[in-house]
Antibody, heavy 117, light 108 residues
Framework: QVQLVQSGAEVKKPGASVRVSCKASGYTFTSYYLNWVRQAPGQGLEWMGIINPSADNTDYAEKFQGRVTMTRDTSTSTVYMELSSLRYEDTAVYYC??????????WGQGTLVTVSS | SYELTQPPSESVAPGKTARITCGGDYIGSKSVQWYQQKAGRAPVLVIYYQSDRPSGIPDRFSGSKSGNTATLTISRVEAGDEADYYCQVWDGSSDHPVFGGGTKLTVL
């Protein structure tokens, strides 16, 4: 069965960087784009960007351009999302989600990133 | 940028029908998805391409569109349906997905 398993919670200081991983299993890794979506406490879902694991190309939401980098490792079927220059308002749960056509059919369990001094 | 508008909250008694709306310009020409998110959990797809249900989603969940509004209908509401619900479309101009702000459904 399809599974997206994310790395554990992180606590970072303002200005630092964080890298979250998402390991895919149960399907052909290179056949589906993977996305990152975040959710600040008590807020809605916010799309951050997308990576094509096959071609290794990416597209990011304008809001995160210059601060986010998405990469993949086909040998381990894992995608990574690195967010730099962290601010308090980056405190959120970060999800990876598989894209099937125009919808997200499977989601990771989420990774809480807390930015605190 | 494209925007989707949802009411912040809706409430419904058990056994009744809940309707959650999602408004957006030209939404009639877009595919609409709906996600259910229970407290502390990841979102779950409940409707895709406005009216299709993934396997495992009960047929009490249905989707429709009329004019500039999409609607998620939950029939015979149960206590376990209490959750936040988000609509989502793909914005062709930016080639990015867009989420609505979410609707908190309370089962009375």
């Amino acid at each position: 069965q399809v599974q997206l398993v994310q790395s554990g919670a992180e606590v970072k200081k303002p200005g630092a960087s964080v890298r979250v991983s998402c390991k895919a299993s149960g399907y052909t890794f290179t056949s589906y784009y993977l996305n990152w979506v975040r959710q600040a406490p008590g807020q809605g879902l916010e799309w951050m960007g997308i990576i094509n694991p096959s071609a290794d190309n990416t597209d990011y939401a304008e809001k995160f351009q210059g601060r986010v980098t998405m990469t993949r490792d086909t040998s381990t079927s894992t995608v990574y999302m690195e967010l730099s220059s962290l601010r308090y308002e980056d405190t959120a749960v970060y999800y990876c989600a598989r894209l099937a056509g125009e919808f997200f059919d499977f989601w990771g369990q989420g990774t809480l990133v807390t930015v605190s001094s | 940028s494209y925007e989707l508008t949802q009411p912040p909250s809706e409430s419904v008694a058990p056994g009744k029908t809940a309707r959650i709306t999602c408004g957006g310009d030209y939404i009639g020409s877009k595919s609409v998805q709906w996600y259910q998110q229970k407290a502390g959990r990841a979102p779950v797809l409940v409707i895709y391409y406005q009216s299709d249900r993934p396997s495992g989603i009960p047929d009490r969940f249905s989707g429709s569109k009329s004019g500039n509004t999409a609607t998620l209908t939950i029939s015979r509401v149960e206590a376990g349906d209490e959750a936040d619900y988000y609509c989502q479309v793909w914005d062709g101009s930016s080639d990015h997905p867009v989420f609505g702000g979410g609707t908190k459904l309370t089962v009375l």
